[in-house]
């Protein structure tokens, strides 16, 4: 294996310790999303319309955006843990030493991905216990799977960049908060339909409707339609954009 | 027991800075810094606060990249070469930088696994032992005291034998017990060839472990040499009515105060 391999998953497993050390960071990450479920299916659900048939539980209805959510919870502890190797003078300390460079972040990232996909199943087991059902097969759940794959690194790498310009804690966290609002002006809770002109061109032409939606037709076995190449194209777009501006953050907060 | 800053054809100097300069913002910290380290002596660099010593060792191990001059490591240009650099390197910076959510341990199996050497797991023991951390080897690094924690980070410093060793005021803070450990060990790496740099506040470890001493003062070493040599520069009017062997900490408040 070569060295940035190795590397890297040395100090991928630092920092998955890290997590394993703090499990509340797993819970947290879930709790707030789990909660939104309870709350919008037992509350909110009955009055909520979302124009299916009698037979579709409102819960298979929510999940996808639910998921969205998650993710953009989960995300900012990786803000929060760079930003901490950063002021800690300990990523001083590794960069003074013979690693490559950029097994120090793909390490972060990587901790990231595995610990939003904790967090994802535990939301899933939710759903399910609550009454979500998927006929869907296996190809279909690959496909979520590499959705929220692709949408996780593509907000990490955000959240990397965030951690690396941060001046404080607080702030290395808190720029997940506009993210966990798109998806209110979304397809995700309600259909556009209802919504007027101006917002509902905004949630038609966001990134979370058509991820929202393709995750949807996933699991419900529809056909996908466009949909599916909008959703991909958001997030690669989104993931090498934030690759690109990770970079260059890195870059400058490194060089004096 | 002076040693001979001079390079030979097949032994560069492990350190050579030649007229190195870095400013940040308009504020130029380091304005002609030379310095020249033979392998395997011991050198002090000493300052007052802000005298730039940090921003020095900062370049010399990659983190920082200066604005004009050279520095090198072994040969090795650190602007142009810094993996080389790396290979050959190690720093204890200014401020302990251990990770807390790991225990001793593993702090030290990680620095061995990250310089790929052959057993992370017995050297990590060996350094605990070496600085009085076995008991505590298992241990989260957040309940270590200041001390501890200083130690592990020297100690993580260590693993993995480099030839030239960087330490940024590695007793600032400890007690004096654990201060007169790290001498030790200085002694004992200098013994075994390792090159070190090192800046201190406290001038009587200058005295206690370097070979030679550079004092940086106004960006540049106004003053270098062995503690005899140094002694030598004090003011004859002053040595007159200093009875006894005037300390290193006469001579530097004498020639700092006259550069200024
Ligand atoms: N990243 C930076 N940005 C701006 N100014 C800096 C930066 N790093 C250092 N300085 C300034 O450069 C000067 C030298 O700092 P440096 O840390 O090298 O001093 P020092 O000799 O190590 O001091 P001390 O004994 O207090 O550790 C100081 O005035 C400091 O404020
Ligand atoms: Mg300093």
Request: charged letters at 20%.
């Amino acid at each position: 294996m070569s060295t940035v391999l190795t590397d890297t998953v040395v100090l991928t497993r630092r920092s998955l310790r890290h997590v394993l050390r703090s499990p509340d960071t797993i819970i947290t990450t879930a709790i707030t999303p789990i909660a939104m479920l309870l709350l919008f299916v037992y509350v909110f659900g009955s009055a909520i319309d979302t124009g299916d048939g009698p037979g579709e539980a409102y819960v298979d209805y929510l999940l996808p955006g639910i998921l969205l959510i998650t993710v953009a919870s989960g995300v900012a502890y990786t803000s929060y843990r760079l930003f901490l190797d950063l002021q800690s003078g300990f990523l001083d300390r590794l960069r003074s030493m013979p690693i490559a460079r950029s097994a120090v972040l793909w390490a972060h990232v990587l901790t990231s991905l595995v610990a939003n996909l904790v967090s994802l199943a535990l939301v899933v087991l939710v759903a399910v216990a609550m009454g979500f059902r998927s006929g869907a097969g296996l190809l279909a759940w690959l496909g979520v799977l590499g959705i929220m794959v692709v949408f996780t690194l593509a907000l990490t790498w955000l959240a990397v960049v965030a951690g690396l310009t941060a001046k404080s804690t607080d702030g290395a966290g808190g720029f997940a908060y506009p993210l966990l609002f798109l998806p209110f002006l979304s397809s995700a809770f309600v259909t556009t339909d209802g919504m007027p002109g101006p917002v509902r061109w905004f949630a038609e032409h966001q990134p979370v409707t058509s991820i929202v939606d393709t995750l949807r037709r996933l699991y419900a076995e529809e056909p996908l339609g466009d949909d599916v190449w909008t959703a991909l194209a958001w997030c690669v777009g989104l993931l090498v954009l934030a690759y690109a501006l990770a970079m260059r953050s890195y870059r400058r907060r490194t060089s004096g | 027991m002076t040693t001979e800053p001079r390079a030979t054809p097949t032994h560069p100097p492990a350190i050579e800075v030649v007229g190195l300069l870095k400013s940040f913002g308009d504020h130029e910290v380091l304005r002609g810094l030379d310095l020249t380290v033979a392998p395997g002596s011991v050198h002090a660099l000493l300052g007052s606060n802000g005298a730039g010593k940090t921003t020095a060792i900062r370049i010399l191990s990659t983190l920082l990249r200066p604005d004009g001059g050279r520095a090198a490591i072994d040969g090795h240009d650190v602007a142009t070469e810094p993996a080389r650099v790396r290979e050959a390197i190690s720093l204890t910076g200014q401020f302990t930088a251990v990770d807390d959510v790991l225990t001793g341990h593993e702090n030290l199996v990680l620095v061995g696994q990250l310089r790929h050497i052959a057993d992370p797991a017995a050297t990590a023991d060996t350094m605990l032992a070496r600085f009085g951390l076995t008991e505590a080897g298992d241990r989260r690094a957040a309940t270590y005291s200041g001390g501890m924690r200083r130690r592990l980070d020297i100690a993580m410093s260590l693993v993995g034998d480099p030839s030239v060793l960087f330490l940024d005021e590695p007793t600032t803070g400890l007690d004096p017990e654990a201060r007169i450990e790290v001498w030790r060990t200085v002694r004992e790496l200098a013994a075994q060839g390792t090159t070190i740099l090192l800046t201190t506040q406290h001038l009587e470890e200058a005295e206690q472990l370097a070979d030679r001493i550079s004092i940086l003062h106004g960006g540049r070493i106004i003053v270098e040499g062995t503690l005899e040599e140094l002694k030598a520069l004090l003011p004859p009017a002053r040595v007159e009515y200093v009875e006894k062997r005037p300390s290193l900490e006469e001579i530097f408040l004498s020639v700092v105060g006259s550069a200024s």
